[in-house]
Structure formats: structure tokens, C-alpha cells
């Protein structure tokens, strides 16, 4: 028997649905709201609220907006003719904090998982070829995550792109050991990875 009030209950129910939160996580969270001032708690549920309502999808590159555009489409000083194809906004985020990119971005929503029902046409990729038949794009990145479903979805990819614009670059992110790790603890992928991606020094 729940000894906890309705709304008590509601909220850590709530709670619990936030990725990477169980239920003790959800319980210690909703009696922090508990404990903390009206104003503190009305302010949470503002930013929620204001998020939901504000933010929405850049209609070129689908990356997170407040408006029609994102920043980044928005800002003329970006190169226009190199797209990085990313799976979620976040990964734009991170892409971002190296300042290693100065080109745009076309985030898919994603990455192919036939055994979890995501095909194709459940992915933005239809957009990101709509935006490759100008022809004034030279080069995409493919910088979906180096798993299975990633990988899938990059293969795909470069497919349809040699199809649509064979004069279009196809390149992938290079992928190998991490600065500052040992040999003898990457695994064999990893480490095939370093080697075929290999550079002149």
C-alpha cells in the first residue's frame, strides 16, 4: 500500500519517466521540490513549461531552435557547402564545444534499428537529400555514432548520396583509440579502427 499522497505520487511517477532516473532517484528528487521554496520550485516548472512551448526544430537542419532557424543556419559566416550529418541534437552540442567544424549540420532524429521498427523514412534522410539536389554541397560528414545502428545508418547513407550526388564528398568521422589510453585495453575494433584510419605524421 502507497502511503504517499496523490500528488506526491504523480510527481515522482513523473519523475521516474526522466531517462537514467528509478524510483528511488524519482522519490529523492520529488521531496528536494518538497523542501525547497515556492519560488525555487514554480521557477523548475516555468523552465519546463517555457522549453516546451519555445522550443522547436530548425526547418533546414532540424538541430534544436527558438524560431524558424537555428544559430547555426542562421549565421551567414558558416560554410554552406559541408554538411555533418549528426543523430541528435545533442550531438551538434558536442561537435560544437571542439570548434574544429565551421560547416552546417542536418540532424537525422535517430539511427536505422530495423529490430526496433526505425527504417528510413522514419529518419530525416529524405531532407538531407532534398538539400544535397542544388548541387552546391561538396562535402557531408557522417558523424553518426560509431555503433551498429550508427554504422548502418552511415552505410545507407553514402549509398543514397553516390546515387543522388556522385560528385559530392562522402568522409566519416575517424574513430580509434582515445588520447590518453593504453594499447592493451582497447578492444579489437577500436584498435582495427586506429589502424585503417592511420595518418602521416
Do not use: W
Amino acid at each position: 500500500m502507497n502511503t504517499y499522497a496523490p500528488a506526491l505520487q504523480r510527481l515522482i511517477a513523473e519523475l521516474s519517466k526522466l531517462p537514467g532516473v528509478g524510483g528511488r532517484t524519482a522519490q529523492r528528487l520529488a521531496f528536494h521540490l518538497l523542501r525547497a521554496s515556492e519560488e525555487d520550485a514554480l521557477a523548475l516548472a516555468d523552465a519546463i513549461r517555457e522549453v516546451k512551448s519555445r522550443i522547436g526544430f530548425c526547418e533546414i537542419c532540424f538541430n534544436l531552435a527558438e524560431g524558424p532557424r537555428c544559430r547555426i543556419c542562421a549565421d551567414e559566416r558558416r560554410e554552406g557547402d559541408v554538411i555533418c550529418v549528426v543523430e541528435e541534437p545533442v550531438d551538434v552540442i558536442s561537435i560544437e564545444r571542439t570548434h574544429e567544424f565551421r560547416g552546417r549540420y542536418h540532424v537525422l532524429g535517430g539511427a536505422l534499428s530495423p529490430i526496433d521498427g526505425i527504417d528510413p523514412e522514419d529518419l530525416r534522410i529524405e531532407q538531407l537529400y532534398a538539400r544535397l539536389r542544388d548541387g552546391e554541397v561538396r562535402e557531408v560528414v557522417i558523424a553518426t555514432n560509431p555503433t551498429t545502428t550508427g554504422e548502418a545508418t552511415a552505410l545507407h547513407i553514402a549509398a543514397g548520396i553516390r546515387q543522388l550526388a556522385p560528385a559530392t564528398a562522402v568522409t566519416r568521422l575517424a574513430s580509434g583509440l582515445p588520447v590518453g589510453s593504453d594499447l592493451e585495453y582497447a578492444d579489437e575494433l577500436t584498435l582495427g579502427r586506429a589502424f585503417s584510419g592511420r595518418r602521416a605524421l
